[in-house]
Nanobody
């Protein structure tokens, strides 16, 4: 059974930093992995994506230059370093796995809350 487990969320002041981790288990090889977020009353949005060899990344315009996605394939873990956080970054953050790298995310974590105070 494939499971994704996020950690690292919390409360931080505007301008601060947080680092999220997502560990995958139950799968031999992870492919494209992404971070999404959903704020109250808003639709879920894609934040960042990284392919299996870390050569290709994508960032939403709203986080470009502030967030960094990375991964450690030996540990089947993906990270999201969030810097210069803004109150509008407040949301539940989810990691997701796209097994076939076709843009369809097959597995999701349970989410971790990130709250940025002004």
């Amino acid at each position: 059974q494939v499971q994704l487990a996020e950690s690292g969320g919390g409360l931080v002041q505007a301008g601060g930093s947080l680092s999220l981790s997502c560990a995958a288990s139950g799968i031999f090889r992870t492919n494209r992995m992404g971070w999404f977020r959903q704020a109250p009353g808003k639709e879920r949005e894609l934040v960042a994506v990284i392919n299996w060899n870390s050569r290709t990344t994508y960032y939403a315009d709203s986080v470009k230059g502030r967030f960094i996605i990375s991964r450690d394939n030996a540990k089947s873990t993906v990270f999201l370093q969030m810097n210069s956080l803004k109150p509008e970054d407040t949301a539940v953050y989810y990691c997701a796995l796209d097994v076939a790298a076709r843009g369809t995310y097959d597995y999701w974590g349970q989410g971790t809350q990130v709250t940025v105070s002004s």
